[in-house]
């Protein structure tokens, strides 16, 4: 997100054909092809040797207009974002075009595919696996009244956000956040939730028990901006975080018939291997 890094980087890849250059200057082709019988340096290596200098010119050239432009921009962002003090920082207030992308709607790319290697833990897995959260469901939120599931829930700030889930569940949420966070901060500080724990049956459906009945799904956002509902997009920075989720064994809702891209998941087979290793 800082092009300076970026431009040094430039400068030094640059530099590497000068160095070569100055090499030759100290050992040219004429010495080494005399000292092998040659006849000293011949005119095809010296127009190499010219067409090479030509480039390298017109690289520093076009990198020295570069440079300017992006202090420029640079002088220009932070006087703006700092009443006209350019000493300000320029990412520490104000709005940001790099950030602000993170909320930026798009395209989901190749949707139906976004969970490989990974399988949705249906109700009718999720019920025989867990038992039933309670006997009637509605279409609102209601209390869990299985007293085993009950007994694993914990409600904790994971990360940047506050949820309700089952203890292995906020575990791993856990790992997800702390490598998004070392990733990539500052989509991290813009993560927020719009939900986990909700006993409740699928909307649209009678007696079909939600994931984020059983503790085990919450729904992530940027900046608090909703995703809208089975529309194949979403924002950008949930794209970046399906790949952390599908580390760890979640699945993404985008990947769903009916798209949910705000919608994560723990997956059939992270359940397994966490009733193997006897954590629920």
Known sequence: MRMVPIIIAAIVLLTLPLIWLAVRSFFPLGESLATSGGTGIDSGARIEIEALRQQVEGLQEKLFALESEVRSIEAGSAAALSGGNPDAG????????????????????????????????????????????????????????????????????????????????????????????????????????????????????????????????????????????TDGKTQLGLTILADFFHAEGWVWGAGFSREDSMHFEVSQQQLETWRAQGMI
């Open 90 to 229: 320029l990412f520490h207030e104000g709005p940001n075009a790099i950030l602000n992308a993170y909320a930026q709607v798009v395209l989901i790319a190749d949707r139906l595919n976004v969970n490989r290697g990974i399988t949705v833990a249906s109700p009718g897995f999720l019920e025989e696996f867990l038992g039933r959260p309670r006997e009637e469901l509605s279409d609102d939120c209601e209390a869990m009244t299985n007293p085993a599931l009950a007994g694993l829930l914990a409600t904790e700030q994971v990360g940047p956000v506050t949820v309700t889930m089952l203890r292995p569940a906020l575990d791993s949420l856990h790992r997800v956040f702390e490598k998004i966070r070392d990733a990539d901060p500052d989509l991290y500080a813009r993560i927020n939730t719009s939900g986990s724990l909700c006993v409740r049956q699928i909307r649209g459906t009678n007696g079909s028990t939600s994931t984020h009945s059983f503790g085990l799904a919450v729904d992530l956002n940027i900046d608090g901006q909703l995703d809208n509902f």
